[in-house]
């Protein structure tokens, strides 16, 4: 059962970060702080509701304490190399985080068993899915704000 309550809630609630990603950015950009600053607290928070969405439903609520910083780092180094090639839209450097973090879950991540001996290929698309889902949900109102902050601050 937690399953589909962990898959329908990561389905929903991407679709709605999706959809209100520029609303939401500009809700964090209120915070008094620099574009690099609300982009890292909006990925902590993000990546504390990842965690504990996905920890919850594998039956604890720990939240590993590691991956919380490396997440939101990860993520902003993806939005500060947008910044650097300048990037017009959060696309290329979704696409380049997704990627990484697919290469990162495979070799190193906790998961790496099985997607290096996955059970059958529904398992292993499943869990390429999933992760992609994991890793935009975590980065897409950081990459917003990084990426598109200044031009977001101009239409308010």
Known sequence: M??????????????LIV??????????MKLPLS?????FVAA??????????????????????ATVPVLAIFVLVAGKLGRLFRARSIRYPLI??????????????????????????GTLVFGIVLTFMTYAYVSIISLTIVIEGESLKIQD
């Open 19 to 28: 959809r209100y990603r520029r609303e939401l950015s500009r809700l964090f």
């Open 96 to 121: 380049g985080l997704l990627t990484t973090g697919l290469l990162f879950e495979a070799f190193l991540g906790g998961h790496r068993e099985s997607f290096q001996h996955p059970d059958s290929w």
């Open 2 to 15: 937690s399953f589909f309550l962990t898959v329908g809630f990561y389905v929903v609630t991407l679709w």
């Open 35 to 39: 574009l690099t600053w609300v982009a």
């Open 44 to 65: 902590i928070l993000f990546s504390i509701i990842e965690e504990g969405v996905l920890n919850l439903a594998s039956g604890t609520l720990f939240v590993l304490v």
